[in-house]
């Protein structure tokens, strides 16, 4: 057969190549090799999953292992160096490695060296005459500190065996205290990874011991030579600082080039870090020699496909040929009037019609009669401007336009807009094209507004509202005619759409933004700038400071009007800021700004008001950012502390429990209390860390006190939105030690407002683990009766402002009273905050109120001075309690 392509169309081919069979080919093909490739894929996964398993396993194991034989270790040294200070004299400790097994294991020597650093004796027996450790980074470490800790040394190489050994010390102490030397096992290396050297990692795998100072203390496996190498710097440290277990594929592994993955684990109790490498082109040795495979498979079946899809296409190209010739002419013609966008008519010499395509006719309407050829230009225009796709004048300023201008755009009485493009013809006539171009304009239109206006509110968006104050900067620089910048920020918007849902939210600024149109006049501005922030540009042609202050007040009056949206009754306020021009700016950048620490003032003031700008508040505003660049560091720099005040039982004055409060103890300012740092927390998003770090300290203190106190920590919503709050509570309580019935969480009804029942679900976890939840601050919010029936808390606390008012106002007796009978009635426990004064205490007592806290009883305290002895104050029989 030949192949040929002479005299065959390229239309011919096009059309050949797009019948079905070569379609499906391409399918066939594109089938065997995506398969191909997915079947490769998931078993190049399955063995990199299968290797991060095992190589996790065996970092697991070995740990576990290590843990064990470490601890094992320091076991005997601490036994043998209790029997030696009991009595120095009649100490043997040859004797005691014949006795006790691992004392007598070979690749383990105790030694013991006086506080001159020689060597006195050892567990094999041998002599070991003037062998001197006092140079020894071991040896230095107990002689001149005074920690009593296991000292873990770098590689070093043995005074007498002359081999690499790794050195566990402890230190020794003479009966008045001071140092009296040191208990050593001299280990070998391969002690550690020996466990492991039966198991098959690879020729190409490791399992290495990594001390937290970067120094490799044992090895198994590859590359011997990398006992006691420095690895600081390697990416295993910045893994483990994140996280102390885990897994990562690192290309060249500490000591030579091979890309392995690495699995690694802190060594529980031990500053050791054990980790297990397999050679990456091991783990994919099997997929690599099934490619090879596959791909011969693949390419053979490709082949086969092309060959069919070949012949099919030669067939369909010789069919084509022989009626190609018959219908060119026809189809370029059809392709040239009918297949275009825009609708074209060829008129001749004698404005008579020769030629239109389908478009042309849609676009006028124009019947099947005023499409013959033949008919006049003449006739078509009447027809049109009967039918109102034409506005006149007639048909000579028509012929006019046609020959002076080749393209004009004509609005028709229809509403219609038509773009028409001529281009003469040789000998005579012309060519013209139609097109409607109404919705391009209408869209083009629309895209202008939007990109100047907010899709919600169609108020002016942050673009425009920026346009409009330079064009008033321009037209102040020429009258001297100031104006006034206004920034709004809605008050407690974000509870409007927590609760009741984004609907209401988004209902909500669209009547606040028709509220405010009501409220200003045709030449101000209003904008809105993006969630509940607002914007209005004041022109003032009289006093500034008056006008705006008029404005202000009216906008404040009306926001601050209720809604009543979808059955829902909404109240809401506003914060505004104030900025003048051009005494607070010259520039659209300065005075937003300006108005922007306005408004921050007014929110700081308590919100719902306006506040002018005043120089101060920049200063504020940098005051504010270097405590938020410093709260940005606190955590990491340590500087947070907690402090305890304790719960009693109001009857017998003993302290029953400890309520968790932090402090901020800042470099230059001293201690910071949570009043002023907590809201900055929240807002810069640091509460979620922040309260993390609590729990954990706050169960590590709770360890050291006697068993029957429970410890309080109170929870930010915001920990219940970063969804592992479950985990952090579990991980406090085990790295703690204490059992779930000692931790107390309290959350006010904010938790329960935002994301209701993601939060519930929480809170009923956090139960199920057997902590108790703790509803604080009850009776300030508007629905804690709501919140009681929503779930089982276990203790509500009366809020100290209702506390305090308890001898002075009625009404806060009654409230306390009923809160009391309401738990009682509900089977959960009250605790009263803030009881001050002895009156309080009886009142409460005489109300049936269970435990209390506050000054009468204790100032909160650091954890190293709490006593736990009986509590402080004078009962109601006048004993000192």
């Known amino acids: 057969m030949t192949w040929t392509v002479a005299n065959t169309s390229l239309t011919v081919w096009r059309r050949a190549l797009g019948q079905s069979v070569t379609f499906l080919g391409v399918l066939m093909i594109g089938f065997i090799w995506l398969s191909l490739n997915f079947h490769l894929a998931t078993e190049r996964e399955n063995a990199k999953r299968a290797a991060i398993q095992n190589a996790t396993n065996l970092a697991r194991a070995f740990e576990e292992h290590l843990s064990r034989s470490l601890k094992d270790i ?220 596959y791909n011969y498979i693949a390419a053979t079946l490709t082949m086969l496909v092309v060959v069919f899809v070949a012949f099919s296409v030669w067939d369909r190209v010789k069919l084509e040929r022989m009626t190609e010739e018959l219908h060119t002419q026809n189809l370029r013609f059809d392709a040239a009037l009918n297949n275009m966008s825009q609708g074209l008519c060829m008129f001749d010499t004698d404005e008579n019609l020769v030629v239109c395509n389908d478009r042309y006719a849609r676009i006028y309407n124009l019947p099947p009669e005023m499409l013959m050829p033949g008919t006049s230009m003449h006739t078509i225009l009447e027809y049109r401007f009967a039918h109102g796709s034409y506005s006149g004048p007639a048909e000579a300023d028509y012929t006019r336009r046609r020959m002076t201008e080749p393209s004009e755009i004509q609005h028709a009485p229809n509403g219609r807009v038509y773009l028409i493009q001529r281009q003469p013809m040789p000998g005579g006539g012309s060519v013209t094209t139609h097109e409607d171009i109404t919705e391009r304009q209408r869209n083009e239109a629309q895209i202008a507004h939007m990109a100047r206006h907010d899709a919600l509110t169609d108020l002016a968006n942050r673009t425009l509202f920026m346009e409009k104050i330079n064009d008033e900067l321009a ?51 209003v904008a809105r700038l993006g969630g509940d922030e607002f914007a209005i540009l004041q022109t003032a042609d009289g ?128 201690i910071v209390l949570p009043d002023h740092f907590i809201p900055l927390a929240e807002e810069i998003g640091l509460i979620a860390p922040l309260g993390d770090w609590i729990l954990q300290q706050a169960c590590a203190d709770a360890t050291k006190w006697p068993a029957h106190l429970r410890i309080a920590v109170n929870l930010s919503p915001a920990q219940f939105r970063k969804g592992n709050l479950i985990d952090t509570v579990t991980r406090a309580l085990a790295d703690g030690g204490i059992s779930p019935e000692r931790l107390e969480l309290e959350v006010t009804e904010s938790v329960l407002l935002q994301k209701n029942a993601e939060n519930l679900a929480q809170l009923h976890q956090l139960k199920a683990l057997g902590v108790s939840i703790v509803l604080d601050d009850f009776g300030t919010g508007y629905s804690s009766l709501t919140y009681l029936n929503m779930f089982p808390f276990d203790i509500i606390k009366i809020d100290k402002s209702f506390v305090a008012e308890l001898p002075t106002r009625a009404n806060s007796a009654a409230i306390v009273c009923a809160v009391i009978g309401l738990g009682r009635s509900l089977n959960i426990a009250t605790t009263a905050e803030g009881v001050e004064t002895e009156e309080q205490l009886e009142l409460l007592r005489a109300a049936g109120c269970r435990h209390a806290q506050g000054f009468l009883f204790s100032l909160p305290l650091p954890a190293a001075e709490l006593t736990f002895t009986a509590v402080t104050g004078r009962r109601s029989d006048g004993e000192v309690a």
């Open 475 to 525: 037209r102040m620089r020429r009258s001297g005619r100031g104006f006034v910048i206004f920034l709004l920020d809605l008050d407690e918007f974000k509870t409007v759409n927590d609760s009741l849902g984004h609907p209401v939210g988004d209902a909500l600024l669209k009547a606040i933004a028709d509220r405010l149109r009501l409220s200003t006049r045709e030449t101000d501005v």
């Open 543 to 670: 006093d500034q400071r008056e006008a705006a202050v008029v404005l202000a007040t009216r906008i404040r009056d009306a926001i601050t009007a209720p809604y009543d949206l979808d059955g829902h009754k909404i109240v809401i306020g506003t914060s505004i800021g104030i900025a003048l021009a051009p005494d607070d700016g010259a520039d659209a950048d300065q005075l937003l700004k300006n108005a922007d620490l306005a408004l921050y003032s007014a929110k700081s003031d308590g919100r719902d008001g306006y506040r002018f700008f005043e120089s101060t508040m920049e200063a504020n505003a940098r005051a504010r950012h270097a405590l938020e660049l410093d709260l940005r560091n606190a955590i990491g720099r340590h500087e947070f502390e907690l402090h305890y005040q304790p719960v009693v039982d109001i009857d017998t004055r003993a302290t029953c429990g400890m309520e968790a409060l932090v402090r901020w103890n800042h470099p230059l300012h001293g």
């Open 74 to 293: 320091d076991r005997s040294l601490l036994m043998l160096r209790a029997n030696y200070e009991s009595d120095p004299a009649n100490f043997d400790l040859a004797g005691w490695g014949r006795s006790v097994p691992m004392l007598g294991d070979p690749a383990m020597q105790f030694w013991l060296a006086g506080a001159d650093g020689f060597v006195k004796t050892n567990s094999s027996g041998r002599p070991a005459t003037g062998v001197n450790l006092s140079d020894r980074e071991h040896f230095r470490f107990h002689a001149d500190g005074n920690a009593d800790v296991l000292y873990i040394s770098k590689p070093v190489i043995g005074r007498v065996t002359g081999k690499p050994t790794v050195q566990l010390t402890r230190r020794i102490r003479n009966p008045d205290g001071s140092f009296g030397g040191i208990i050593v096992s001299s280990l070998d290396p391969s002690y550690f990874a020996g466990f492991y050297e039966s198991i098959d990692i690879g020729s190409g795998g490791f399992v290495r011991v990594i001390g937290l100072d970067g120094v490799i203390r044992a090895i198994g496996g590859s590359a011997p030579e990398a006992l006691g190498r420095d690895v600081g710097e390697a990416q295993l440290f910045k893994k483990y600082k994140d996280k102390t277990k885990g897994w990562y594929i690192s290309p060249s592994a500490f000591t030579d080039d091979v890309p392995r993955l690495l699995a690694y684990r802190g060594v529980k109790d031990f500053p050791l870090i054990v980790t297990v490498g397999l050679a990456i082109n091991e783990i994919f040795a099997n997929s690599v020699a099934k490619q090879k495979a």
